[in-house]
C-alpha cells in the first residue's frame, strides 16, 4: 500500500551534526517514535497526518549517532492502537529500548501482558484536540485501573489551555502519569506566571513526571536548531529550567525524532542535545534528566536490583 505524506511535511534530518555536549554515561532518550515502515506497517485509516517512512533501523542509527544509550519509543498517532511497528523496534533493541503503548478500551488482559513482555511500561492518551477526536476519560480511566498491577504509567499529551479540564482527572489516574512537553505552554508569556504556576503546582500536588521535550514545537522566536545555532529556541529555556530546577527527581528527555507535523524547520538532533545544557545546566541535573530519573521508571528492575 502507498502512503502519501501530508502536504507541507518535513522529513527528518538524515545526517545531524554530532553533539558536543558531554553525555552522562546510560543517556536515555526518553522520547521518540517509529513511522513504518509503511509497507510492513501500514498507518491507521483513522490518522490525522500521514507521515514518511522512520524505521527501527533509522532510529537505532540515531541513538548510537548521538551518543544515547537507551531509548523509550512512544507510540505514534498514525499509527492508531496497532501498536505492531513499536513491538517490532522493541524486539530489535534487545533490552536497549521501552515501549508507551495505545490501547483501546477492550484490550484484553492476555494483550497487556503481551505487550508487558515485548517492553512496553506505559500507555499514551493523547487529547490534543486536532489529532484526536473526542477522548472516553471513562474508558480511559477504567484501562488505567487495569495497568496499576503492572506497574506501568500513563503518558498524556494535551494543550496548556486545557489542563483546567483535565487536571482533575489526570489527579485521579491510579498510575503515575507523564505529560509531555511541559504541557504545551505558551512561552511568549511569563515562565514564572500565573499559568506556568498552575501547572507546576498540578505537578506538586500529584505524582506527575514532566518531559522538557519538543522546543521546536513549542518556541515562538527561535532561533531555530539549525546551521550550527547553539542558542536555539531561547524562549522556551525559562519554562524547561524551572521545571528542572522545581522537580528535578521527575523530569525526562526526549528527541521527538523523527519530529511529525513539523512543518516551518527540520532541527538538526545534534544541536537538540547540545540544547540540553541549557535547561540542565549542571552535571547533576544531567544526570538527573537524562540516566537517574528515565531509569527508575522505565527499567526499574534494574535500578531495584543495583541497591
Known amino acids: 500500500m502507498v502512503f502519501t505524506p501530508t502536504a507541507?511535511?518535513?522529513?527528518?534530518?538524515?545526517?545531524?551534526s554530532t553533539p558536543t555536549v558531554a553525555l552522562p554515561p546510560g543517556t536515555v532518550d526518553a522520547h521518540c517514535h517509529v513511522f513504518g515502515p509503511a509497507e510492513r506497517f501500514p498507518f491507521a485509516p483513522e490518522r490525522k497526518y500521514t507521515p514518511t517512512d522512520a524505521g527501527r533501523e533509522q532510529l537505532f542509527a540515531l541513538r548510537d549517532h548521538l551518543g544515547v544509550a537507551r531509548q523509550v519509543i512512544v507510540q505514534a498517532t498514525c499509527h492508531g492502537t496497532?501498536?505492531?511497528?513499536?513491538?517490532?523496534?522493541?524486539?530489535?533493541?534487545?533490552?536497549?529500548?521501552?515501549?508507551?503503548?495505545?490501547?483501546?478500551?477492550?484490550?484484553?488482559?492476555?494483550?497487556?501482558?503481551?505487550l508487558d513482555r515485548a517492553g512496553v511500561r506505559g500507555l499514551r492518551f493523547n487529547f490534543v484536540k486536532r489529532l484526536v477526536d473526542a477522548v472516553p476519560t471513562d474508558e480511559l480511566?477504567?484501562?488505567?485501573?487495569?495497568?496499576?498491577?503492572?506497574?506501568?504509567?500513563?503518558?498524556?499529551?494535551?494543550?496548556?489551555?486545557?489542563?483546567?479540564?483535565?487536571?482533575?482527572?489526570?489527579?485521579r489516574l491510579p498510575v503515575p502519569v507523564v505529560v509531555d512537553h511541559m504541557g504545551r505552554p505558551d512561552v511568549t508569556?511569563?515562565?514564572?506566571?500565573?499559568?506556568?504556576?498552575?501547572?507546576?503546582r498540578f505537578v506538586d500536588r500529584h505524582d506527575?513526571?514532566?518531559?522538557?521535550?519538543?522546543?521546536?514545537?513549542?518556541?515562538?522566536?527561535?532561533?531555530?536548531?539549525?546551521?550550527?545555532?547553539?542558542?536555539?529556541?531561547?524562549?522556551v529555556v525559562p519554562f524547561a529550567r524551572r521545571v528542572v530546577a522545581e522537580v528535578g527527581d521527575r523530569v525526562l528527555w526526549g528527541t521527538d525524532w523523527p519530529h511529525p507535523n513539523l512543518t516551518d524547520h527540520?532541527?538538526?538532533?545534534?544541536?537538540?542535545?547540545?540544547?540540553?545544557?541549557?535547561?540542565?545546566?549542571?552535571?547533576?541535573?544531567r544526570q538527573r534528566l537524562l540516566v537517574d530519573n528515565p531509569?527508575?521508571?522505565?527499567?526499574?528492575?534494574e535500578t531495584e536490583a543495583a541497591r
Open 8 to 16: 507541507g511535511w518535513l522529513t527528518w534530518d538524515p545526517s545531524p
Open 82 to 114: 496497532d501498536n505492531r511497528a513499536l513491538v517490532d523496534a522493541l524486539d530489535a533493541a534487545n533490552g536497549r529500548a521501552r515501549g508507551v503503548a495505545a490501547v483501546r478500551g477492550d484490550v484484553t488482559d492476555d494483550e497487556l501482558a503481551t
Open 141 to 171: 480511566a477504567a484501562v488505567a485501573e487495569r495497568i496499576a498491577p503492572l506497574g506501568w504509567h500513563v503518558v498524556v499529551y494535551f494543550e496548556a489551555a486545557d489542563l483546567p479540564d483535565l487536571e482533575d482527572f489526570f489527579g
Open 189 to 200: 508569556r511569563d515562565a514564572d506566571g500565573p499559568g506556568f504556576d498552575r501547572f507546576l
Open 208 to 235: 506527575v513526571w514532566v518531559k522538557v521535550s519538543c522546543p521546536e514545537r513549542l518556541s515562538v522566536t527561535g532561533p531555530p536548531a539549525v546551521d550550527g545555532e547553539r542558542h536555539a529556541y531561547a524562549d
Open 266 to 285: 527540520m532541527p538538526d538532533d545534534g544541536l537538540l542535545v547540545d540544547h540540553v545544557r541549557h535547561v540542565a545546566p549542571t552535571p547533576e541535573d
Open 295 to 301: 531509569m527508575r521508571l522505565y527499567w526499574r528492575e
